[in-house]
C-alpha cells in the first residue's frame, strides 16, 4: 500500500476517532502498545518528525511512534514511564503535509510527576510549536485556537481527511480527575504551519 493511501486512510480513520485518550490514575493515557521504542527520536524516514519544541513553554522532546487503536478505538499514548516524551500518531498526517497530524504527549505521569504536557494549557492562539523533520528541517506551527472536549468527542471532528490545509493536534489530557477516577476531558490544541 502506498505512503499516500495509507495517510487517507488514516486520516479518514482520525476524522471519526474519538481520541478519548484513556486515561489511568495520575497519569493521561491508559494501555500502550504499538510503540516503536527504535523510534524515540530517531525517524524511519527524513520527513517524519524527530522532535517537538515548545519554546515560550520550555518543552523540548523526542518524539516517539504511536499507532495503536484502542478497541474504542482511541489512540494510545506513549508509555506511562516515558512520560517526559511525546508521542506522534504515524497513522495520520506526517507533520507539515495536507491534512491534520496528531501528538500527544502525558500532562503528569501515573504518580503524579509533571510530564512533557504539564504547561500546554499555557499555550494561547499565536504560540510557536517546532517540529524537526528526520533531515534536520523544522517546520514552525501556530496555535490558531485551543479547546477542551469531553474524551467522547472526537478530537478531529472538524477536520476533513481531504484538508489541503497542514494542521496539528496537540493533545494531552485536561481537569483534575475524582479521587481513583481518569480526568474526562482532553485538551486540544490546534495549529497550523506557518508559510
Keep these: 500500500m502506498s505512503r499516500a493511501r495509507q495517510i487517507a486512510l488514516g486520516l479518514a480513520g482520525l476524522a471519526c476517532l474519538a481520541l478519548p ?9 491508559g494501555r500502550v502498545g504499538g ?10 524516514s527524513a520527513d517524519e518528525p524527530q522532535r517537538v519544541r515548545i519554546p515560550s513553554l520550555g518543552v ?10 484502542g478497541k474504542d478505538r482511541s489512540v494510545q499514548g506513549p508509555p506511562p514511564e516515558q512520560g517526559m516524551t511525546a508521542g506522534w500518531y504515524s497513522g495520520g498526517a ?16 501515573r504518580d503524579g510527576r509533571t510530564a512533557v504536557f504539564r504547561k500546554l494549557d499555557a499555550v494561547d492562539e499565536g504560540t510557536v510549536i517546532d517540529v524537526e523533520r528526520g533531515d534536520g528541517r523544522v517546520l514552525h506551527f501556530v496555535v490558531t485556537r485551543t479547546e477542551t472536549v469531553e474524551k467522547s468527542v472526537p478530537v478531529a ?6 484538508s489541503q ?9 485536561a481537569g483534575a480527575p475524582d479521587p481513583g477516577e481518569r480526568p474526562a476531558r482532553n485538551l486540544v490544541v490546534h495549529a497550523t504551519l506557518r508559510p
Excluded: W, Y
Design 94 to 109: 506526517i507533520p507539515g503535509e495536507r491534512g491534520v497530524a496528531v501528538i500527544i504527549g502525558h500532562r503528569d505521569d
Design 35 to 44: 510503540v516503536d521504542d527504535k523510534a524515540i527520536g530517531t525517524p524511519a
Design 157 to 162: 471532528r472538524k477536520e476533513q481527511p481531504a
Design 21 to 29: 485518550l484513556a486515561l489511568l490514575g495520575g497519569g493521561c493515557f
Design 60 to 69: 523540548d522532546s523526542p518524539l516517539i511512534r504511536v499507532n495503536t487503536l
Design 165 to 173: 490545509e497542514r494542521k496539528l493536534l496537540l493533545v494531552t489530557c
